[in-house]
């Protein structure tokens, strides 16, 4: 079995209006929004609105044991990871497999 891309996330200034135009452009669900951040479902992947210097811009790997990288963070809406960057400088959020 293959390791899986959970999500992807980018920056934006607004979540609120970023929500509203993915919304409006694309069929997506809303799965979690707050002021902060929002996740929005993709039928293949998901795709996070993160406010630049509340998280990097990154890619999250749903992963068995993230916590070989170290101590992980539970999030508002119960996940558990932790952020890493690659050796070439992208940042990596590896999150907890609920599986």
């Known amino acids: 079995m293959t390791d899986?891309?959970?999500?992807?996330?980018?920056q934006v200034e607004d979540i609120a209006s970023a929500v509203d135009w993915y919304c409006k452009e694309f069929s997506v669900n809303v799965s979690y929004?707050?002021?902060?951040?929002?996740?929005?479902d993709f039928e293949n992947?998901?795709?996070a609105l993160?406010?630049?210097?509340?998280?990097?811009?990154h890619f999250a790997v749903a992963s068995a044991h993230p916590e070989k990288y170290g101590a992980?963070?539970?999030?508002?809406d119960g996940t558990?990871?932790?952020y890493i960057k690659d050796p070439f400088g992208n940042?990596?959020?590896?999150?907890?497999?609920?599986?």
Not at 4 to 10: D, E, K
Not at 33 to 40: K, V
Not at 50 to 57: E, I, K, R, T
Not at 91 to 99: C, F, H, N, T, V
């Open 4 to 10: 899986s891309i959970h999500h992807i996330a980018i």
């Open 33 to 40: 929004q707050d002021e902060s951040w929002a996740m929005l």
């Open 45 to 47: 992947l998901s795709l």
């Open 50 to 57: 993160v406010l630049p210097g509340q998280h990097p811009p």
């Open 72 to 76: 992980l963070t539970t999030h508002r």
């Open 80 to 82: 558990e990871s932790i």
């Open 91 to 99: 940042a990596l959020e590896l999150i907890r497999d609920p599986a």
